[in-house]
């Protein structure tokens, strides 16, 4: 057997180390191993004997959006820690109990027979709940913005038939080119 200086066996080690790391962060893998050595840490040191606290109903309705959210993205290590950190049961609410839980309209499917379930899951709720709450500081933006401009035409309206003048907006004159 060839015998080969500590330092030459060091440099292969640590190259093969590198190697070995920038390989399984390119295929994801090294970002699941860590994530399943946490859930694995949490389980090992989970008291399983001391029992949890009971969720309450917004506690509970939270943490299924939030399920639904990591399972659509694949988080299935960090999903079953939440499960079991939570106390939740290991069954998840059915996507239309929730709906209707949070007072959110479910989605229409076909009467038909030929109707299946499509491949990929629906976008979770959570996504949903969000786009709605951003359109609807949009939308109240947007209401601002129109009131305080029917103010100011009101007040220069109002300005107006007091004084019988017009107020008009100085005209912007730009320096002549020299």
């Known amino acids: 057997m060839a ?3 500590a330092e030459s066996t060091d440099l292969q080690d640590d190259e093969l180390k590198e190697a070995l790391q920038v390989a399984l962060t390119a295929s994801g893998t090294l970002d699941d191993l860590k994530a399943r050595l946490r859930a694995e840490a949490f389980f090992a040191k989970d008291d399983k004997t001391r029992p949890r606290p009971p969720l309450c109903r917004e506690n509970l309705l939270l943490n299924e959006l939030i399920r639904e959210y ?8 960090t999903s079953s820690v939440l499960a079991a950190e939570s106390g939740q049961m290991e069954d998840k ?3 239309s109990v929730l709906c ?4 959110y309209p479910e989605e229409e499917k076909p009467d038909t027979a030929e109707y299946k379930e499509p491949a990929q899951p629906p976008v979770p709720l959570l996504y949903s709940v969000l786009a709605a709450l951003l359109r609807g500081k949009e939308e109240k933006q947007k ?3 129109s009131l305080s401009t029917r103010l100011a035409h009101g007040r220069q309206a109002s300005h107006e038939a007091r ?3 017009s107020v008009r907006q100085p005209l912007l004159i730009s320096k002549p080119p020299r």
């Not at 990591?70 to 290590?77: E, G, I, S, T």
């Open 163 to 165: 004084t019988g003048s």
């Open 3 to 5: 015998s080969f200086p």
């Open 100 to 103: 209707r839980e949070i007072g």
């Open 143 to 145: 209401e601002e913005e």
């Open 70 to 77: 990591l399972d659509y993205n694949r988080y299935a290590f």
């Open 93 to 95: 609410i059915h996507r």
